[in-house]
């Protein structure tokens, strides 16, 4: 279970949320208060909210305290971990390390976490006798409404050791803590989209490929379902819709699933890389026209070179035209929702019938955290149950539909949703909502510094929608150079060269690649909002030091 | 990164291996000896294989420690957390908690850790410009054997804030260390397979469903590679053969690929729950005379319910005889081949195509890790590549092929492999053997308890193969029914009335199913070694008190 504290270990680097309090570092600890608290004080109208946290961060940064700390780690360490009385509710994240006089309260902080280790160790040792502290509000309405902390202290029994998949989100039997924090999330999370009431289903799974599998598997169950039963050639040929800039794992579901990649049309975008609807719909009607079956239209909210975002409600239309499946990708752009400067970049996501959302992308979980969220309720479990009797038991005397394990391509699934969870509770909607702000705003940065700069060009004209700049660095040799092949060819290897340079030096790395017929570009992406100015300062004095003489 | 504490925490409770130093806690700290040393004294000719460690645990248990730390826990923190100088390179995980005078060094352990956790802070705050050290020998066959401690230490880079997907596998340049721990624990789990110098190919998948998943799609590209491109009309009608009695899986397989779940037939089983290999063969010719085209074979090895294994030498020559893939389902079993007492269950695995192991069922592995191990080499790749040139760029300056991202159905996986090849550094492949040696004994002592045992009849005659006991306990009202419907009737209900008090009363728990024609059953499985045989006689004292009066 120690797992839960570096949730909070990594927490305190990347962002300065209100610390959780610590009793929270177990399951067996967690107060009701620190649960989903739509009615309290710490939450306002638009939920999950929590208490603002000033993000004036940088005169508390860690340049002093590396020099103290440089000291005082040489000392005699018994003095360090003198346990002292601390008022953890007083404390919040931003005060600890790497903040200037964060040691003291970072290692009270952690001595705590020892001392609910050790006395975990103890009090949990016995293994069957102790083992589930059930009780029959578990399963009542009740307890899935209030959580109260007497049901979520018997969830501590998911450590003990004689079970060894107590800690997979498979039954709610095995992990009712986790399959109700699980529903809970993916409901926000459809509220957070605009489903009416957060009404439909939904899963984490192991990333955002497998997610857009989900919604390809969820389309062909919807329109084909007796392919579930027959295989493929019980449906006509189908053939799936997506921009030539999405990400590949749209065209591996359909050489996966048995469409075949090539039954996978890819759409013109325009100079932005954003999908064209017009080429959307002649190619419904091309399709149409040869005797295939369209199915299923990805709109990508967030391209992974060009963080484009495809017109959804175009698109939309489209589909509801031609009575087509919509599915938005969002494994990286999704996180833009949380956001009230940047959603409506995402316009129209409502009006999709499956979205996939990383927040182990732009949200800033660790990975893996990867949700796909349907619209319509059921339709899941009809595309993937397969009744294996030995394993969901129909005759158990709680209500069966909260075993999520029939409806996922996966036996049990690792939890993920945990550390996101932890981390929302700890963010709040507003920790989200700064975090995606900030890095974009220092995308901005980075786009504003080179835009016009000598020895610069944009990729694509315009600032970028999501965190993504892409940019060629010229080098001097080159500005001279007229345009033309030669001029590519050379161009084509400046990048691959700074990169590799800046990792023998070890410096920093930096992406690149090639896209369509463009050359090699690099693309700075920021997810991280404890990236600074002057770490992207840096960035840039990287490239034209190393690139230079190129 | 702090996981990796977790491991050790969780190894203390469920195991006894030597200690890992502290100062692995972190990749930057690991030492080349604590990487996989084939020629050091610490291995042997077996390979992997560590000190053994003494297994006589009861003596030193729990009992002593939890009256004292009572006592310790109310007093007075500040001593408890005295830092003194421990040597901790004497020091194994079963002196620690929760081992008789385990506290002390447990704490001293811990505040290590916390020593490492602000140290590391400190350390690796500044962001861009400590990023990455990379060297050129990290890309060089020398380091690839050698993994020298300067190597390893540049891996630190992991960790630093301003990279969100750095904690994945995804490319070498990425995480670089993941990636050569999962190619040599793959090529150690293929040779001890029995694959001619552990060739062959595989990935750590979210769990054995999609282990086997692949097993399914790879077998179609081998003998079908135009459906990669064309869908599954470009194949004939293909057929998948299963056990009854095995995994859901591979049907939810047929499924998914669009195969057809009615195209994945179902092979009888003997009274144990093993493959009939005649009953294969005459489905095969049943499904040729049909014109269907059989295409792949799984056998179990370890069922879920039975803990039966496939005889995997009769079904590979059937395999043989008519060309098709074989894969044997190991999720369950593979880990008996870590044993020299329990491997011959597993005859004949060296025959077939693709194996699924997941070190995290019966090797304790904390979920999720699950291998797909593929014999022949390439062919993974082949399967699922779409050449994404926006993210795999062949320009690289390092060796590509360790790029293992467009083998994978995912894009960026999580990283499973560090727990395993931790456990296994700590453990050594003999404290896995020793591991699944002692399940296997606590099994056989709670077959033996009730075999004869008044109220009790086995679901099937002799030993279990596996951990699995199944087993009807009958209370007393029902040893006087005469045998027919009603009492089949009564018995199904029994077993769900004695799970719901237990869970009631927060005892313990046992899973129950029905199979087949077989009313609800208990199904007592081992999977932790730290189970006793007390424990398992709580157990049987646990249903008949609550059974009794059923």
Redesign the interface.
Known sequence: ???I??SQ??S???DRPRLIRVSTVFPSRIKAEDMFCNSSPCCNDAGFLQKNNSLDEKSR??GA??ES??NQ?SCD??E?????ETDFSNLFARDL??AKNG?EP??QF??EV??I???Y??ST????????????SWWTAETRSSMESEQVR?HG?ITT?????L??LFTY?IAPVFVLMEQLTLKKMREIIGWTNGDGDGLFS?????SN?YSV?VARYKYFPE????????AP?LVLFTSEHS???I??A??????????VILLKTDERGRVIPADLEAKIIDAKQKGYVPLFVNATAGT??YGAFDPINDIADICEKYNLWLHVDGAWGGGLLMSRKHRHKLSGIERANSVTWNPH??M?V???CSAILVREKGILQGC?S?C????F?P???YDVTYDTGDK???????VDIFKFWLMWKAKGTIGFEQHIDRCLELSEYLYNKIKNREGYEMVFEGQPQHTNVCFWYIPPSLRVMPHGDKRREKLH?VA?KI??M???C????VG????GDKV?FFRM?V??H???KS?ID??IDEIERLGHDL
Chains 1, 2 share one sequence.
């Open positions: 279970m120690a797992w504290i570096v270990a990594e305190v680097k990347d940064m860690v305290f590396k700390a440089k780690m360490n018994s360090r971990f003198t346990r002292a390390l790497p040691e970072t290692i952690l001595l020892v001392e280790l050790t006395n160790v103890a040792w016995s293994c069957l006798t102790n083992q589930s502290r059930w009780s029959r018997a029994a050791p004689s079970n060894h998949d800690v997979k039997e192991p990333g955002g490929a497998i599998m598997m392919v579930k039963t027959k295989g493929m050639s019980a040929r990400h590949y794992s065209k591996k359909g050489a996966v699933l048995g469409f075949g990649k090539e039954n992974t070179v992308k732009m800033g660790p990975l893996q993937n397969m294996a009797g030995y394993l038991q005759d158990k005397q996922a391509i996966q036996c049990g699934r690792h290897m691959p990169k590799a800046m990792m023998e070890g410096t920093t790395m690149y690649q090639p896209q090699n992406v997810s991280n404890a990236v600074t770490d840096f960035l």
